[in-house]
Nanobody, 115 residues
Framework: QVQLVESGGGSVQPGGSLRLSCAAS????????LGWYRQTRGVQRELVVT???????TYGDSAKGRFTISRDNAQNTVYLQMNSLKPEDTAVYYC?????????WGQGTQVTVSS
């Protein structure tokens, strides 16, 4: 079992920045890949970005060039730095952990980009 706790969501104006954090606990040593997905109402959850223990990243198209993921393996924490935010980035952002066998999800944190 892996527990994920997200923090750092909120409201920001277009062009602003936010930093999300996700702390993994439980059997967190088995998390081979951590990452972020997002979902808006009525839309399928989409990939934002993932990162493996070795630091290999996979970015979704919406995040390329604006968002940066980082990972602290010692703290079992993953961060998402989001810059140049746009209204279309408004969504619930979910932390994800993949153990190689199972997916785990955080409770989600709301990000709202609006003027």
């Amino acid at each position: 079992q892996v527990q994920l706790v997200e923090s750092g969501g909120g409201s920001v104006q277009p062009g602003g920045s936010l930093r999300l954090s996700c702390a993994a606990s439980g059997s967190s040593s088995s998390t081979s890949r951590l990452g972020w997905y997002r979902q808006t109402r009525g839309v399928q959850r989409e990939l934002v970005v993932t990162i493996t223990r070795s630091g290999s990243t996979t970015y979704g198209d919406s995040a390329k060039g604006r968002f940066t993921i980082s990972r602290d393996n010692a703290q079992n924490t993953v961060y998402l730095q989001m810059n140049s935010l746009k209204p279309e980035d408004t969504a619930v952002y979910y932390c994800n952990a993949w153990t190689g066998l199972e997916d785990y999800w955080g409770q989600g944190t709301q990000v709202t980009v609006s003027s």
